[in-house]
């Protein structure tokens, strides 16, 4: 079974950084997507990055320029860098893996239990 385990979310105030962590299990497939999905209380849950295992990643519009993913295939990790944070980026925030990389929460069987960050104004 594929486990995949946040870290690192917490409060912070609008313009500065937080950087999250995603560890997964050995079971999870080399090939699969991984992607990191966010949701804001009383909304729903929305897409915010992906990268493929070969090192290609893609960012919705409201966070490029101020988020970065990373991954560490050996080391079976995910990490989101972000920074120049604003109050609609406050959410839980959910790292999830699949065999396809897109926006859609159902293209992703596997998930995390979630962080939160909480971003002042």
């Known amino acids: 079974q594929v486990q995949l385990v946040e870290s690192g979310g917490g409060s912070v105030q609008s313009g500065g950084s937080l950087t999250l962590s995603c560890a997964a299990s050995?079971?999870?497939?080399?090939?699969?997507?991984m992607a990191w999905f966010r949701q804001a209380a009383g909304k729903q849950r929305e897409w915010v990055s992906y990268?493929?295992?070969?090192?290609?990643?893609r960012y919705t519009d409201s966070v490029n320029g101020r988020f970065t993913v990373s991954r560490d295939n050996a080391e079976n990790t995910l990490t989101l860098q972000m920074s120049s944070l604003i109050p609609d980026d406050t959410g839980v925030y959910y790292c999830?893996?699949?065999?396809?990389?897109?926006?859609?929460?159902?293209?992703?069987?596997?998930w995390g239990q979630g962080t939160q960050v909480t971003v002042s104004s």
């Open positions: 990268t493929a295992s070969a090192g290609n990643s």
């Open positions: 999830a893996a699949g065999a396809l990389c897109g926006p859609r929460t159902d293209w992703y069987p596997h």
């Open positions: 050995k079971s999870l497939h080399s090939s699969y997507c």
